[in-house]
Nanobody, 115 residues
Framework: QVQLVESGGGLVQAGESLRLSCAAS????????MGWYRHAPGKQRELVAL???????NYADSMDGRFTITRDNAKGTVYLQMNSLQPEDTAVYYC?????????WGKGTLVTVSS
């Protein structure tokens, strides 16, 4: 199977930037679309961004152009560059991947933005 491991979360001040990484280990041959979702307490899990194997991207409108998703197919890794972070961005960020046509999730990494 495949394992998704996120890294790069932490505590930052409003206006600062952070880059998240998600590395797929095990069998990376079947990886297709990858992306990021986030989940804050009291809110539903929401889409952040998706990226296809050919690097076509799709962003949620709520990100307001501040986030950029990229991937490295050779490494089986997807990244999320987050700029101008705001307190409302505080959430657990989950890596997502389609592997042989099925959905897989990482365990999440916490991003906390203080004012």
């Amino acid at each position: 199977q495949v394992q998704l491991v996120e890294s790069g979360g932490g505590l930052v001040q409003a206006g600062e930037s952070l880059r998240l990484s998600c590395a797929a280990s095990g069998n990376r041959v079947g990886l297709d679309t990858m992306g990021w979702y986030r989940h804050a307490p009291g809110k539903q899990r929401e889409l952040v961004a998706l990226i296809s194997r050919s690097s076509s991207t799709n962003y949620a409108d709520s990100m307001d152009g501040r986030f950029t998703i990229t991937r490295d197919n050779a490494k089986g890794t997807v990244y999320l560059q987050m700029n101008s972070l705001q307190p409302e961005d505080t959430a657990v960020y989950y890596c997502y991947a389609v592997w042989y046509g099925r959905d897989y999730w990482g365990k999440g990494t916490l991003v906390t933005v203080s004012s």
